[in-house]
């Protein structure tokens, strides 16, 4: 599909916040210097727009001062997820007007954004006495939610049970394990993500949920994770200074892209949201479900979560062209990371050559590519 057509209401219309105060920090990260680049570790003296739990530390001649973040020991490893990183793209991105910049979510605790959403869902329920001590935890998962439950059940104390498939990663199962989740294994018959899958898996942990003092996180259904992902948004907009034109997103349960396009949206109504699924399963954009390879996306159905006041636009990127570009990502921008996240890189050049120079895309380093170190993704 045409990218213009795809995404609808883009348009080159002038959609930045007032600069430089449209920023959380007031920081235009467009104007740091000749190549563009953003001295996140070395400030002048003087900066108070920082982190209130960082400090600063001047060398032996006070021509630098250090940011360091944060100085006082950290609760637990909980504490060590978001905070992480934006990156500008600089060669995979050759001939696209716009900036393209990337959320290096891999660097959370299990190396994937879905820490921000599992530790949301077992605190909402926690909070909502839905969860209790002693509790069992249980949900279906292609293995980055479970890797992300399993982390959290861990340091929070909770037995967690994971339904999950052989469609997804050998190093996905086994991080589950290393956590000390129980798994259950629901064959694919492929190898792949089908469109009876998920629904098969769902359909596992409804029966194991029945037990008494289980807590179902059901992924798809859970609105606890949209706070994880709010802060994902709000991060964004204050490392970008509050210029973000377009963000772009593919989705499974669709928590991230919604998530981060209320915080977005929010803030500025211009912002285009455009989400990414894979062209073998274009189940929004053409209503055709089918048999792919991109980790995480695609489950073959509508997810509940997704609003559609939330998004303009549906692009769709195939199995090889993810992976494609997940490759380039490690060898051009030493960015390691899935083939959602190709995905998600080549839908947002897609976007940037559409918008055009002066303007801002956003996107997201899902996770990690060490979770596909046995795939054929990165040599099998
Ligand atoms: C590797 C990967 N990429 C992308 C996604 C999509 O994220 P979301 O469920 O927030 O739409 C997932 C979700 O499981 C994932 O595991």
């Given at each position: 599909?045409?990218?213009?057509?795809?995404?609808?209401?883009?348009?080159?219309?002038?959609?930045?916040?007032?600069?430089?105060?449209?920023?959380?920090?007031?920081?235009d990260?467009?104007?740091?210097?000749?190549d563009?680049?953003?001295?996140?570790?070395?400030?002048?003296?003087?900066?108070?727009?920082?982190?209130?739990?960082?400090?600063?530390?001047?060398?032996?001649?006070?021509?630098?001062?250090?940011?360091?973040?944060?100085?006082?020991?950290?609760?637990?490893?909980?504490?060590?997820i978001?905070?992480?990183?934006?990156?500008r793209l600089?060669r995979?991105?050759?001939?696209?007007?716009?900036?393209?910049?990337?959320?290096?979510?891999?660097?959370?605790?299990?190396?994937?954004?879905?820490?921000?959403?599992?530790?949301?869902?077992i605190?909402?329920?926690?909070?909502?006495?839905?969860?209790r001590?002693?509790?069992?935890?249980?949900?279906y998962?292609?293995?980055?939610?479970g890797?992300?439950?399993?982390?959290?059940?861990?340091?929070?104390?909770?037995?967690?049970?994971?339904?999950?498939?052989?469609?997804?990663?050998?190093?996905?199962?086994?991080?589950?394990?290393?956590?000390?989740?129980?798994?259950?294994?629901?064959?694919?018959?492929?190898?792949?993500?089908?469109?009876?899958?998920?629904?098969?898996?769902?359909?596992?942990?409804?029966?194991?949920?029945?037990?008494?003092?289980?807590?179902?996180?059901?992924?798809?259904?859970?609105?606890?994770?949209?706070?994880?992902?709010?802060?994902?948004?709000?991060?964004?907009?204050?490392?970008?200074?509050g210029?973000?034109?377009?963000?772009v997103?593919?989705?499974?349960?669709?928590?991230?892209?919604?998530?981060?396009?209320?915080?977005?949206?929010?803030?500025?109504?211009?912002?285009?949201?455009?989400?990414?699924?894979?062209?073998?399963?274009?189940?929004?954009?053409?209503g055709?479900?089918?048999?792919?390879?991109?980790?995480?996306i695609?489950?073959?159905?509508?997810?509940?979560?997704?609003?559609?006041?939330?998004?303009?636009?549906?692009?769709?990127v195939?199995?090889?062209?993810?992976?494609?570009?997940?490759?380039?990502?490690?060898?051009?921008?030493?960015?390691f990371?899935?083939?959602?996240?190709?995905?998600?890189?080549l839908?947002?050049?897609?976007?940037?050559?559409?918008?055009?120079?002066?303007?801002?895309?956003?996107?997201?380093?899902?996770?990690?590519?060490?979770?596909?170190?046995?795939?054929?993704?990165?040599?099998?």
């Open positions: 599909m045409p990218v213009a057509r795809a995404l609808g209401a883009l348009t080159r219309r002038d959609s930045h916040l007032p600069a430089p105060t449209g920023g959380l920090t007031g920081q990260p467009r104007s740091n210097g000749p563009g680049e953003i001295p996140h570790e070395y400030v002048e003296s003087g900066d108070s727009t920082r982190d209130p739990d960082s400090h600063i530390k001047e060398d032996a001649c006070s021509r630098f001062r250090v940011q360091l973040t944060p100085r006082q020991p950290r609760k637990n490893t909980l504490s060590a978001g905070n992480t990183p934006l990156v600089n995979v991105t050759k001939g696209v007007a716009a900036d393209v910049y990337m959320k290096l979510e891999y660097y959370n605790p299990t190396g994937s954004y879905k820490d921000r959403m599992a530790l949301a869902m605190e909402g329920a926690e909070r909502d006495g839905l969860l001590k002693g509790d069992t935890v249980v949900e998962t292609g293995g980055s939610t890797s992300s439950l399993a982390f959290v059940c861990a340091v929070k104390g909770y037995k967690l049970k994971v339904v999950t498939s052989d469609a997804f990663s050998d190093e996905k199962l086994d991080t589950m394990k290393a956590f000390g989740a129980m798994l259950t294994i629901v064959p694919s018959g492929s190898g792949k993500t089908t469109p009876e899958i998920i629904p098969k898996m769902m359909k596992v942990a409804e029966e194991m949920a029945r037990e008494p003092h289980t807590y179902w996180t059901n992924q798809f259904y859970n609105k606890y994770m949209l706070a994880g992902y709010n802060a994902l948004g709000v991060e964004i907009l204050d490392q970008m200074g210029r973000v034109d377009a963000f997103a593919s989705f499974g349960t669709a928590g991230c892209s919604m998530g981060v396009a209320e915080v977005l949206k929010a803030r500025n109504s211009d912002v285009k949201v455009c989400l990414v699924e894979p062209a073998e399963s274009p189940v929004l954009s053409k055709i479900k089918g048999t792919h390879d991109i980790e995480g695609g489950a073959g159905f509508v997810p509940p979560l997704l609003r559609r006041e939330l998004y303009d636009g549906v692009l769709t195939s199995t090889e062209e993810a992976k494609a570009m997940a490759r380039r990502l490690a060898r051009e921008e030493g960015i990371a899935g083939s959602s996240s190709g995905a998600n890189v839908a947002a050049t897609r976007v940037g050559r559409e918008l055009g120079a002066g303007k801002s895309v956003v996107t997201v380093a899902v996770d990690s590519g060490l979770k596909y170190l046995s795939t054929d993704l990165y040599g099998g």
